[in-house]
Protein backbone atom coordinates (compact mmCIF):
# COMPACT_ATOMS: atom_id res chain seq x y z
CA UNK A 1 0.00 0.00 0.00
CA UNK A 2 1.35 3.45 -0.61
CA UNK A 3 1.93 5.97 1.63
CA UNK A 4 -1.08 8.48 0.14
CA UNK A 5 -3.47 5.36 0.56
CA UNK A 6 -2.43 4.05 4.16
CA UNK A 7 -5.06 4.58 6.21
CA UNK A 8 -5.90 7.17 9.27
CA UNK A 9 -4.72 6.44 12.55
CA UNK A 10 -7.16 4.90 15.19
CA UNK A 11 -8.78 6.81 18.64
CA UNK A 12 -5.06 5.31 20.28
CA UNK A 13 -2.98 6.79 18.05
CA UNK A 14 -4.20 9.80 17.58
CA UNK A 15 -4.23 9.95 21.69
CA UNK A 16 -0.66 8.99 21.37
CA UNK A 17 0.00 11.85 19.10
CA UNK A 18 -1.65 14.22 21.19
CA UNK A 19 0.38 13.09 24.42
CA UNK A 20 3.76 14.39 22.59
CA UNK A 21 2.37 17.98 23.23
CA UNK A 22 1.80 17.28 26.81
CA UNK A 23 5.32 15.75 27.28
CA UNK A 24 7.14 18.40 25.47
CA UNK A 25 5.32 21.65 26.71
CA UNK A 26 6.84 21.72 30.33
CA UNK A 27 9.81 22.19 28.96
CA UNK A 28 8.46 25.62 26.82
CA UNK A 29 6.65 26.67 29.89
CA UNK A 30 8.83 25.93 32.92
CA UNK A 31 12.38 26.19 31.46
CA UNK A 32 11.85 28.91 28.28
CA UNK A 33 9.05 31.21 30.29
CA UNK A 34 7.96 31.11 33.80
CA UNK A 35 10.39 29.63 36.01
CA UNK A 36 13.54 29.02 34.57
CA UNK A 37 14.72 32.10 32.10
CA UNK A 38 13.84 34.63 35.01
CA UNK A 39 15.64 32.54 37.93
CA UNK A 40 18.28 32.48 35.14
CA UNK A 41 18.02 36.19 34.94
CA UNK A 42 17.53 37.33 38.47
CA UNK A 43 19.72 35.54 40.25
CA UNK A 44 22.53 33.40 38.34
CA UNK A 45 23.48 36.67 35.54
CA UNK A 46 24.82 39.64 36.93
CA UNK A 47 21.65 41.46 36.46
CA UNK A 48 18.56 41.71 34.95
CA UNK A 49 19.73 43.54 31.70
CA UNK A 50 22.91 41.35 30.72
CA UNK A 51 20.62 37.89 31.83
CA UNK A 52 18.00 39.27 29.66
CA UNK A 53 21.19 39.93 26.53
CA UNK A 54 22.27 36.45 27.64
CA UNK A 55 19.55 34.33 27.67
CA UNK A 56 18.69 36.58 23.91
CA UNK A 57 22.17 35.40 22.37
CA UNK A 58 21.96 31.86 23.54
CA UNK A 59 18.33 31.46 21.79
CA UNK A 60 19.38 33.44 18.59
CA UNK A 61 22.52 30.27 18.76
CA UNK A 62 19.65 27.74 18.91
CA UNK A 63 17.67 29.42 16.36
CA UNK A 64 20.22 30.00 14.01
CA UNK A 65 21.41 25.57 13.59
CA UNK A 66 17.35 24.75 13.77
CA UNK A 67 17.07 27.33 10.95
CA UNK A 68 19.94 25.34 8.99
CA UNK A 69 19.30 22.08 9.72
CA UNK A 70 15.40 22.03 10.00
CA UNK A 71 14.86 21.84 6.15
CA UNK A 72 17.22 19.13 5.35
CA UNK A 73 16.06 17.29 8.12
CA UNK A 74 12.51 17.17 7.05
CA UNK A 75 12.88 15.66 3.41
CA UNK A 76 15.17 13.04 4.86
CA UNK A 77 12.36 12.35 6.63
CA UNK A 78 9.86 12.22 4.03
CA UNK A 79 12.25 10.03 1.99
CA UNK A 80 12.73 7.25 4.48
CA UNK A 81 9.50 7.53 5.33
CA UNK A 82 10.14 7.41 9.61
CA UNK A 83 9.62 10.05 11.71
CA UNK A 84 9.15 8.47 15.29
CA UNK A 85 12.78 7.20 15.09
CA UNK A 86 13.93 10.90 14.11
CA UNK A 87 11.49 11.96 17.48
CA UNK A 88 13.40 9.25 19.89
CA UNK A 89 16.80 10.72 18.20
CA UNK A 90 16.63 14.35 18.93
CA UNK A 91 15.01 13.67 22.11
CA UNK A 92 18.40 12.56 23.85
CA UNK A 93 19.82 15.89 23.87
CA UNK A 94 16.24 17.55 25.02
CA UNK A 95 16.36 15.26 27.80
CA UNK A 96 20.66 15.92 28.35
CA UNK A 97 19.97 19.62 27.81
CA UNK A 98 17.48 19.80 30.59
CA UNK A 99 19.11 17.65 33.00
CA UNK A 100 22.27 19.85 32.91
CA UNK A 101 20.15 22.97 34.08
CA UNK A 102 20.18 21.59 37.47
CA UNK A 103 24.15 23.09 38.06
CA UNK A 104 22.84 26.39 37.56
CA UNK A 105 23.32 28.31 40.77
CA UNK A 106 22.85 32.08 42.16
CA UNK A 107 25.35 34.17 42.41
CA UNK A 108 28.04 31.61 40.45
CA UNK A 109 29.05 33.25 37.67
CA UNK A 110 31.11 29.96 36.65
CA UNK A 111 28.15 27.97 35.74
CA UNK A 112 26.62 30.66 33.17
CA UNK A 113 28.49 29.27 30.28
CA UNK A 114 27.11 25.74 30.61
CA UNK A 115 24.17 26.72 31.72
CA UNK A 116 23.33 28.85 28.40
CA UNK A 117 24.91 25.56 26.57
CA UNK A 118 22.49 23.27 28.15
CA UNK A 119 19.65 25.50 27.36
CA UNK A 120 20.86 25.60 23.46
CA UNK A 121 20.93 21.55 23.29
CA UNK A 122 17.47 21.19 24.46
CA UNK A 123 16.13 23.66 22.65
CA UNK A 124 17.86 21.91 19.45
CA UNK A 125 16.28 18.92 20.29
CA UNK A 126 12.90 20.23 21.59
CA UNK A 127 12.66 21.90 17.93
CA UNK A 128 13.81 18.95 15.92
CA UNK A 129 11.34 16.37 17.67
CA UNK A 130 8.91 18.72 17.29
CA UNK A 131 9.16 19.32 13.78
CA UNK A 132 8.90 15.05 13.23
CA UNK A 133 5.70 14.97 14.94
CA UNK A 134 4.06 18.12 13.45
CA UNK A 135 5.03 15.56 9.81
CA UNK A 136 2.92 13.16 11.21
CA UNK A 137 -0.35 15.22 11.47
CA UNK A 138 -1.74 14.75 7.61
CA UNK A 139 -1.28 10.65 8.14
CA UNK A 140 -3.26 10.52 11.37
CA UNK A 141 -6.64 12.56 10.55
CA UNK A 142 -8.67 13.28 7.15
CA UNK A 143 -8.17 17.36 6.26
CA UNK A 144 -11.58 18.50 7.46
CA UNK A 145 -10.37 17.25 10.99
CA UNK A 146 -6.73 18.93 10.54
CA UNK A 147 -7.49 21.90 12.18
CA UNK A 148 -9.46 20.58 15.28
CA UNK A 149 -6.72 18.37 15.91
CA UNK A 150 -3.72 20.43 16.06
CA UNK A 151 -6.13 22.96 18.43
CA UNK A 152 -6.32 19.91 20.78
CA UNK A 153 -3.07 19.16 20.56
CA UNK A 154 -1.94 22.37 21.58
CA UNK A 155 -4.99 22.52 24.33
CA UNK A 156 -3.37 19.22 25.64
CA UNK A 157 0.18 20.72 25.74
CA UNK A 158 -0.96 23.82 27.77
CA UNK A 159 -2.37 21.85 30.45
CA UNK A 160 0.22 19.69 30.93
CA UNK A 161 2.75 22.75 30.96
CA UNK A 162 -0.06 24.21 33.39
CA UNK A 163 0.22 20.99 35.90
CA UNK A 164 3.80 20.60 35.38
CA UNK A 165 3.80 24.37 37.03
CA UNK A 166 1.71 23.75 39.11
CA UNK A 167 3.76 20.56 40.57
CA UNK A 168 6.71 23.02 40.30
CA UNK A 169 5.38 26.08 42.26
CA UNK A 170 3.21 24.15 44.89
CA UNK A 171 5.70 21.68 45.81
CA UNK A 172 9.73 22.32 44.36
CA UNK A 173 10.32 26.09 44.00
CA UNK A 174 9.96 28.19 47.23
CA UNK A 175 10.51 31.62 48.14
CA UNK A 176 14.27 32.30 49.69
CA UNK A 177 12.81 34.70 52.07
CA UNK A 178 9.97 32.72 53.67
CA UNK A 179 11.04 28.78 52.49
CA UNK A 180 7.90 28.27 51.58
CA UNK A 181 6.16 26.95 48.35
CA UNK A 182 3.35 28.82 46.84
CA UNK A 183 1.09 26.10 49.27
CA UNK A 184 2.74 27.41 52.04
CA UNK A 185 4.81 23.94 51.78
CA UNK A 186 8.93 23.21 52.69
CA UNK A 187 10.28 22.07 49.34
CA UNK A 188 9.83 18.63 48.91
CA UNK A 189 13.27 16.11 48.69
CA UNK A 190 14.64 18.39 50.81
CA UNK A 191 15.02 21.66 48.38
CA UNK A 192 17.57 24.38 50.05
CA UNK A 193 15.23 27.64 48.89
CA UNK A 194 18.37 29.74 49.69
CA UNK A 195 20.30 27.91 46.95
CA UNK A 196 16.85 28.35 44.67
CA UNK A 197 17.05 24.34 44.05
CA UNK A 198 13.39 24.08 43.55
CA UNK A 199 13.63 26.68 40.43
CA UNK A 200 17.17 24.63 39.23
CA UNK A 201 15.14 21.24 39.56
CA UNK A 202 12.32 22.25 36.74
CA UNK A 203 15.28 21.31 34.56
CA UNK A 204 15.65 17.56 35.62
CA UNK A 205 11.81 17.81 35.93
CA UNK A 206 10.96 18.76 32.24
CA UNK A 207 13.43 15.68 31.24
CA UNK A 208 11.89 13.25 33.08
CA UNK A 209 8.39 14.37 32.17
CA UNK A 210 9.21 14.32 28.90
CA UNK A 211 10.52 10.72 29.16
CA UNK A 212 7.19 9.18 30.53
CA UNK A 213 4.69 10.95 28.50
CA UNK A 214 6.42 10.47 25.27
CA UNK A 215 5.62 6.69 25.76
CA UNK A 216 2.66 6.46 24.84
CA UNK A 217 3.02 7.83 20.87
CA UNK A 218 6.13 5.31 20.81
CA UNK A 219 3.74 2.38 21.34
CA UNK A 220 0.59 3.42 20.24
CA UNK A 221 0.24 6.19 17.20
CA UNK A 222 1.23 4.64 13.74
CA UNK A 223 4.45 5.71 11.93
CA UNK A 224 4.78 5.90 8.48
CA UNK A 225 6.44 2.97 6.46
CA UNK A 226 10.23 2.93 5.55
CA UNK A 227 10.61 3.60 1.94
CA UNK A 228 14.24 3.94 1.71
CA UNK A 229 17.30 3.57 3.39
CA UNK A 230 18.95 6.46 5.33
CA UNK A 231 22.22 6.92 2.47
CA UNK A 232 19.60 6.76 -0.13
CA UNK A 233 16.97 8.96 1.59
CA UNK A 234 19.83 11.75 2.49
CA UNK A 235 20.39 12.05 -1.48
CA UNK A 236 17.05 12.06 -2.92
CA UNK A 237 15.79 14.52 0.16
CA UNK A 238 18.18 16.85 -0.44
CA UNK A 239 17.49 16.71 -4.11
CA UNK A 240 14.03 17.05 -3.59
CA UNK A 241 15.01 20.04 -1.07
CA UNK A 242 16.87 21.84 -3.72
CA UNK A 243 13.93 21.33 -6.37
CA UNK A 244 11.44 22.68 -4.26
CA UNK A 245 13.56 25.56 -2.96
CA UNK A 246 14.18 26.59 -6.49
CA UNK A 247 10.05 26.27 -7.11
CA UNK A 248 9.21 28.49 -4.11
CA UNK A 249 7.55 31.83 -5.25
CA UNK A 250 8.03 34.19 -1.69
CA UNK A 251 5.28 36.31 -3.54
CA UNK A 252 2.11 34.17 -3.06
CA UNK A 253 0.55 30.85 -1.89
CA UNK A 254 2.78 28.95 0.13
CA UNK A 255 6.07 30.60 0.00
CA UNK A 256 4.04 33.74 1.56
CA UNK A 257 2.79 32.03 4.06
CA UNK A 258 6.14 30.73 5.34
CA UNK A 259 7.95 33.99 4.80
CA UNK A 260 4.72 35.48 7.11
CA UNK A 261 5.25 32.67 9.88
CA UNK A 262 8.85 33.03 9.99
CA UNK A 263 8.43 36.52 10.99
CA UNK A 264 5.64 36.50 12.81
CA UNK A 265 6.72 33.36 14.63
CA UNK A 266 9.80 35.15 15.75
CA UNK A 267 7.79 38.04 17.29
CA UNK A 268 6.14 35.32 19.72
CA UNK A 269 8.67 32.98 20.46
CA UNK A 270 10.82 36.65 21.73
CA UNK A 271 7.48 37.43 23.67
CA UNK A 272 7.86 34.40 25.36
CA UNK A 273 11.03 34.12 25.93
CA UNK A 274 11.41 37.71 27.44
CA UNK A 275 8.06 38.18 29.07
CA UNK A 276 8.90 36.58 32.43
CA UNK A 277 12.11 38.09 32.12
CA UNK A 278 11.12 41.52 31.55
CA UNK A 279 8.50 41.46 34.43
CA UNK A 280 11.53 39.60 36.61
CA UNK A 281 13.04 43.14 35.86
CA UNK A 282 10.46 45.24 36.06
CA UNK A 283 8.39 44.51 39.30
CA UNK A 284 10.83 42.32 40.89
CA UNK A 285 8.75 39.29 40.81
CA UNK A 286 10.58 36.14 42.05
CA UNK A 287 9.80 32.78 41.24
CA UNK A 288 6.08 32.49 42.64
CA UNK A 289 4.81 35.73 40.96
CA UNK A 290 6.04 34.68 37.65
CA UNK A 291 4.48 31.50 38.27
CA UNK A 292 0.82 32.45 39.16
CA UNK A 293 1.39 34.64 36.20
CA UNK A 294 2.22 31.69 34.13
CA UNK A 295 -0.31 29.67 35.81
CA UNK A 296 -3.15 32.21 34.67
CA UNK A 297 -1.64 32.83 31.28
CA UNK A 298 -1.82 28.88 30.56
CA UNK A 299 -5.25 28.60 31.62
CA UNK A 300 -6.25 30.98 28.85
CA UNK A 301 -3.87 29.34 26.31
CA UNK A 302 -5.57 26.03 26.93
CA UNK A 303 -9.30 27.68 26.39
CA UNK A 304 -7.31 30.06 23.49
CA UNK A 305 -6.30 26.36 21.51
CA UNK A 306 -9.31 24.64 22.32
CA UNK A 307 -11.57 27.34 20.73
CA UNK A 308 -8.96 28.01 18.23
CA UNK A 309 -9.22 24.72 16.69
CA UNK A 310 -12.91 24.56 16.35
CA UNK A 311 -12.69 28.34 14.74
CA UNK A 312 -10.54 26.78 12.79
CA UNK A 313 -12.30 24.11 11.11
CA UNK A 314 -15.46 26.49 10.41
CA UNK A 315 -13.95 29.22 9.29
CA UNK A 316 -10.19 28.22 8.18
CA UNK A 317 -7.04 29.04 9.61
CA UNK A 318 -6.68 32.47 8.25
CA UNK A 319 -8.75 34.45 10.28
CA UNK A 320 -7.75 32.65 13.65
CA UNK A 321 -3.88 33.94 12.60
CA UNK A 322 -5.08 37.28 11.50
CA UNK A 323 -6.98 38.14 14.98
CA UNK A 324 -4.19 36.82 16.59
CA UNK A 325 -2.29 39.08 15.26
CA UNK A 326 -3.75 41.95 15.92
CA UNK A 327 -4.44 41.40 19.24
CA UNK A 328 -0.68 40.75 20.11
CA UNK A 329 0.19 43.72 18.26
CA UNK A 330 -2.01 45.43 20.73
CA UNK A 331 -0.67 44.28 23.57
CA UNK A 332 3.00 45.03 22.76
CA UNK A 333 2.34 48.45 22.53
CA UNK A 334 0.62 48.04 26.03
CA UNK A 335 3.43 46.39 27.75
CA UNK A 336 6.15 49.06 26.07
CA UNK A 337 3.26 51.55 27.98
CA UNK A 338 3.96 50.09 31.56
CA UNK A 339 7.19 50.73 33.72
CA UNK A 340 7.40 49.98 37.33
CA UNK A 341 5.63 53.36 38.84
CA UNK A 342 3.73 54.20 35.41
CA UNK A 343 0.89 52.93 32.57
CA UNK A 344 -0.37 54.75 29.15
CA UNK A 345 3.48 55.90 28.50
CA UNK A 346 3.31 58.33 31.45
CA UNK A 347 0.35 58.43 33.79
CA UNK A 348 1.84 58.07 36.96
CA UNK A 349 0.69 55.11 39.58
CA UNK A 350 1.58 53.77 43.04
CA UNK A 351 4.38 50.71 41.97
CA UNK A 352 4.46 47.57 43.87
CA UNK A 353 6.33 47.93 47.47
CA UNK A 354 7.25 45.16 49.98
CA UNK A 355 4.58 43.76 51.60
CA UNK A 356 1.30 44.96 49.50
CA UNK A 357 0.77 41.35 48.31
CA UNK A 358 0.33 39.55 44.98
CA UNK A 359 0.17 42.10 42.14
CA UNK A 360 -1.08 45.03 44.46
CA UNK A 361 -0.16 47.61 41.90
CA UNK A 362 -1.62 48.89 39.12
CA UNK A 363 1.12 47.89 36.50
CA UNK A 364 1.12 44.70 37.80
CA UNK A 365 -2.34 44.03 37.17
CA UNK A 366 -2.31 45.38 33.66
CA UNK A 367 0.66 43.76 32.89
CA UNK A 368 -1.12 40.11 34.20
CA UNK A 369 -4.35 41.36 32.17
CA UNK A 370 -2.03 41.77 29.29
CA UNK A 371 -0.03 38.18 29.91
CA UNK A 372 -3.73 36.89 29.50
CA UNK A 373 -4.66 37.59 26.59
CA UNK A 374 -1.39 36.68 24.75
CA UNK A 375 -2.16 33.36 26.02
CA UNK A 376 -5.71 33.45 25.04
CA UNK A 377 -4.46 34.54 21.16
CA UNK A 378 -1.11 32.69 21.20
CA UNK A 379 -2.40 29.06 21.26
CA UNK A 380 -5.07 29.65 18.11
CA UNK A 381 -2.26 31.09 16.41
CA UNK A 382 0.92 28.35 16.53
CA UNK A 383 -2.39 25.91 16.24
CA UNK A 384 -3.80 27.53 13.49
CA UNK A 385 -0.31 28.08 11.36
CA UNK A 386 0.28 24.38 11.46
CA UNK A 387 -3.09 23.87 9.90
CA UNK A 388 -2.69 25.74 7.33
CA UNK A 389 0.34 24.11 6.76
CA UNK A 390 -1.27 21.23 6.20
CA UNK A 391 -3.59 22.51 4.21
CA UNK A 392 -0.89 23.90 2.22
CA UNK A 393 0.88 21.34 1.40
CA UNK A 394 1.11 17.86 -0.55
CA UNK A 395 0.32 14.87 1.82
CA UNK A 396 3.56 12.78 0.54
CA UNK A 397 6.03 15.81 1.22
CA UNK A 398 4.54 16.54 5.01
CA UNK A 399 8.00 16.10 6.34
CA UNK A 400 9.86 18.18 4.26
CA UNK A 401 7.10 21.24 4.34
CA UNK A 402 7.34 21.26 8.23
CA UNK A 403 11.12 21.06 7.77
CA UNK A 404 10.78 24.67 5.97
CA UNK A 405 7.99 25.48 8.36
CA UNK A 406 10.35 25.46 11.21
CA UNK A 407 12.91 26.96 8.78
CA UNK A 408 10.20 29.65 8.36
CA UNK A 409 10.00 29.79 12.12
CA UNK A 410 13.83 29.93 12.86
CA UNK A 411 15.70 31.20 10.17
CA UNK A 412 15.29 34.86 11.68
CA UNK A 413 13.94 33.17 15.26
CA UNK A 414 17.58 34.33 16.29
CA UNK A 415 16.72 38.07 15.25
CA UNK A 416 14.08 38.54 17.30
CA UNK A 417 16.08 37.23 21.09
CA UNK A 418 19.57 38.51 18.69
CA UNK A 419 17.97 42.03 18.67
CA UNK A 420 16.00 42.16 22.38
CA UNK A 421 19.45 41.23 23.76
CA UNK A 422 21.47 43.43 21.80
CA UNK A 423 19.14 46.54 22.27
CA UNK A 424 19.14 45.95 26.06
CA UNK A 425 22.72 46.15 26.23
CA UNK A 426 23.04 49.20 24.21
CA UNK A 427 20.44 50.73 26.16
CA UNK A 428 21.54 48.96 29.67
CA UNK A 429 17.68 48.95 29.77
CA UNK A 430 14.80 46.23 29.27
CA UNK A 431 12.09 48.28 28.18
CA UNK A 432 13.67 49.23 24.69
CA UNK A 433 15.09 45.66 24.14
CA UNK A 434 11.60 44.74 24.01
CA UNK A 435 10.09 47.48 21.71
CA UNK A 436 11.45 45.60 18.62
CA UNK A 437 8.68 42.65 18.92
CA UNK A 438 6.00 44.88 17.39
CA UNK A 439 7.20 45.26 13.84
CA UNK A 440 7.16 41.02 13.53
CA UNK A 441 3.57 40.98 14.37
CA UNK A 442 2.87 43.96 11.91
CA UNK A 443 4.68 42.63 8.96
CA UNK A 444 3.62 39.20 9.40
CA UNK A 445 0.07 39.74 9.26
CA UNK A 446 0.50 42.15 6.27
CA UNK A 447 2.09 38.86 4.67
CA UNK A 448 -0.71 36.61 5.41
CA UNK A 449 -3.20 38.62 4.35
CA UNK A 450 -1.96 37.97 0.69
CA UNK A 451 -2.25 34.16 1.11
CA UNK A 452 -5.25 32.06 0.25
CA UNK A 453 -6.05 29.25 2.03
CA UNK A 454 -7.91 26.50 1.68
CA UNK A 455 -10.65 25.47 4.28
CA UNK A 456 -10.44 21.29 3.85
Known amino acids: MTENAAPYASRRGIAGWLMFDWAAQPFYTLITTFVFAPFFASAVAADPASGQAQWGFATAAAGIVIALMSPVLGAIADESGRRKRWILVFSVPLVIGCALLWQARPGAPETVALTLFAFVLATIGAEFATLFNNAMIPHLVPPERVGRLS?????????????????????????????????????????????????????????????????????????????????????????????????????????????????????????????????????????????????????????????????????????????????????????????????????????????????????????????????LVAGPMQAGSRSALVRLTPRAQAGQFFGLFALAGKVTSFMGPLLVGLVTTLTASQRPGMAVLLAFFVIGAWLLKGVAITRS
Open 151 to 375: GTGWAIGYVGGLLSLVLTLGFLAASPETGKTLLGLSPVFGLDAAAREGDRASGPLSALWYIVFLTPMMLFTPDTPAKAALGDAVRAGLARLRATLGALDLRHGLGRFLLANMIYQDGLVALFAFGGIYAAGTFGWETIEIGIFGILLTITGTLGAWIGGKLDDRLGPKPVILGALVVLSLVAIAILSITRESILFGIAVEGPRPGDGLFASTPERLYVALGLLIG
